[in-house]
């Protein structure tokens, strides 16, 4: 006779699990009763100077050290976008607009290692798109892609030689892709006039004054827009910040997400300003979506709240017949965060859907930091600390930069990703501290080393190359700081400039900055200060003259009342691009 044996260890009974948590907590209380006082209390004031926990609604918020958030980083459950680039690849060519239905189901939670070539695999194969603008069209719709992946691969020219069949789909896969972004980044450029436009005839942009809660009021919110910080003091001076003398006229305290209200400032006094609707060709929304995000990113509320303002601008605009005449295909939005605090996903609560709209996928939508796929995001530069108001105050920043004598080879100004197992930075800062102090320099952000604008400007006058690793999203204000400084970019990944400032950085990235492939340095093929090293100074002079006598004007804001004759800045390479694009459209 068969006997059924039950194979499951017995439940431990309550008792046994109260005395299990009593004998843990007398253990613990004996190790700490051996710790003398004055040890215990230095480590809690270590622990808490190091971090700072913020408790809103039921959430609990750990911050650290970052200046992507003014100096902290906060992880909380749920809050903490992955930053993953959407994909849009099907076998050898693109999804049609809002088509999914061959797509099989993919795993698109935070963390998750699908590759690219999973991703297509499924798919049908759709006819081929050769059309530039259709291909503009198709980028719009995507499916889920790995964004370190992704990038690493996009930084080569060619399927290797011997390969499986599996990997040379999917090195097709992506050669692909990289086409269709180059060609998406062309169309971009090709807005773009020689020349700078004295005349407004037929050129008219009309602001629409929105009622205060989507801009003005937004900014009387900056004492508690974080926990931590009070904001208040970045929006002076029309949110260019407090002047910083050391570094003579034109520098400013300007946050890296003041750009909303800095963009417009400027429009208002714009010589081809108009008030009447009729007589315009552009229409700027003054909408200060990023401001809006902001002072949500850190509060329990439901994403409706976190959405509410935008869906009561949609609403307003509706009722706007601009707006609806031509489906807002001549409206622009300028919003001071990247793309994706705009497109939130189910999987998370961070950022609203502003973006995912289906009232905005016709307008331009001008970010820090563009979604490579949708062809209506366009990135515009990071505002940085300088500010000129003339021709005269850019000429004399120049010869500073030219002037000056560059001691170090390389500085990086970060910090370590120790909860990002996949970045580089803890290796670059390796390779750049175990080298002489000439070779490199290593500013740490972590201990407040950043906080000053005139520590950073220095150390990258004084440096020929700056590393600009990915941080908290693919790009960098840093890379603007570098560059305005003289400082030659050293650039990891593809998605941190090359894919992203078709309008003020050039095609040839090589004019202006390094690249190293971050694959490189994650597996330690490459020693990057060593590599650095072999680049002649002939060829570092040449960088730095096409960076400060080409480059510098065009990626820097002037302030409010600026009058600029012989340089275009970034705000009027912006705008006078705008309005060829609609002028073209007519």
């Known amino acids: ?66 200046r992507k958030l003014n100096n902290l980083y906060c992880l909380s459950a749920g809050t903490q976008p992955k930053f993953e680039i959407p994909v849009p690849l099907i076998n050898n060519g693109f999804t049609s607009p809002g088509s999914t239905s061959n797509i099989k189901d993919i795993d698109a939670s935070p963390g998750s290692n699908s590759s690219v070539a999973e991703y297509v695999k499924a798919a049908s194969t759709p006819e081929p798109i050769t059309d530039s603008k259709e291909i503009a069209n198709a980028l719009s719709s995507s499916s889920i892609g790995n964004i370190k992946e992704v990038a690493n691969v996009f930084t080569e020219d060619s399927i290797p030689a011997v390969i499986d069949g ?28 020689n020349t700078n436009h004295a005349s407004c005839d037929g050129r008219g942009v009309y602001v629409y004054d929105l009622p205060s809660k989507f801009n003005k009021d937004l900014i009387g919110q900056c004492g508690d827009m974080m926990p931590w910080t009070d904001f208040c003091k970045y929006f002076n001076n029309e949110a260019l910040g407090e002047p910083i003398a050391d570094l003579g006229k034109g520098w400013y305290h300007t946050h890296q997400y003041s750009l909303e209200p800095i963009f417009h400032s400027r429009i208002l006094t714009h010589p081809c300003r108009v008030y009447n609707e009729s007589e315009a ?14 002072r949500w990113h850190f509060k329990n509320v439901s994403g409706d709240v976190k959405d509410s303002l935008a869906m009561d601008l949609m609403k307003w605009l509706e009722h706007r017949r601009p707006w609806v005449q031509n489906s807002g295909t001549d409206h622009v939005f300028v919003l001071g965060k990247i793309s994706w605090d705009f497109r939130r996903k189910d999987y998370t609560s ?15 939508k001008l970010l820090i930091e563009r979604q490579p796929w949708e062809v209506n995001d366009i990135a515009i530069p990071h505002p940085t600390f300088f500010h000129p108001h003339s021709d005269d105050d850019i000429v004399a920043w120049q010869q500073k930069i030219i002037g000056t004598a560059r001691k170090n080879l390389v500085s ?5 990703r120790p909860d990002q197992p996949e970045s580089i930075r803890s290796t670059l800062i390796n390779q750049c501290t175990s080298t002489s102090s000439d070779k490199c320099q290593f500013l740490d952000c972590k201990s407040g080393g950043c906080d000053q604008p005139e520590s950073v400007t220095k150390l990258f006058l004084e440096s020929e190359f700056c590393l600009q690793p990915p941080g908290d999203s693919p790009t960098r204000k840093s890379v603007f700081d570098s560059l305005v400084s003289g400082c030659i970019p050293v650039l990891f990944d593809p998605f941190t400039a090359y894919y992203q400032y078709p309008w003020h950085l050039p095609e040839d990235h090589g004019k202006y900055s390094v690249f190293i492939d971050q694959e490189e340095v994650r597996q330690m093929k490459v020693n990057v200060v060593g590599r650095l090293s072999s680049i002649s100074a002939r060829e570092r002079d040449d960088m730095r003259r096409y960076i400060v006598y080409e480059l510098l004007p065009g990626l820097v804001y002037g302030d409010s009342s600026c009058r600029f004759e012989k340089f275009q800045d970034a705000f009027s390479i912006t705008v006078n691009t705008l309005l060829e694009r609609v002028s073209r459209m007519q």
């Not at 006779?1 to 260890?9: E, G, H, L, Q």
């Not at 843990?24 to 700490?32: E, S």
């Open 1 to 66: 006779m068969a006997v059924s044996i039950n194979r499951r260890k017995p439940k431990p009974s309550k008792k046994a699990e109260t005395n299990e948590h009593c004998s843990c907590a007398t253990f613990l209380f004996k190790i700490l009763s051996r710790i003398p006082l004055g040890i215990l209390l230095l480590i809690l004031v270590y622990l808490w100077s190091s971090s700072t926990t913020i408790i809103s609604g039921k959430i609990v918020h750990i911050c650290v050290s970052s």
């Open 166 to 193: 599996t990997d040379k789909n999917r090195y097709e896969e992506i050669a692909i892709a990289k086409k269709a972004v180059k060609e998406q980044l062309q169309l971009h450029r090709s807005w773009m006039s």
């Open 281 to 294: 060709k552009l229409f700027y929304v003054p909408y200060y979506g990023g401001l809006d995000i902001l």
């Open 350 to 364: 961070w950022g609203t859907r502003f973006l995912e709209l289906e009232q905005m996928q016709n307008p331009i």
């Open 412 to 416: 990086f100004a970060g910090a370590a």
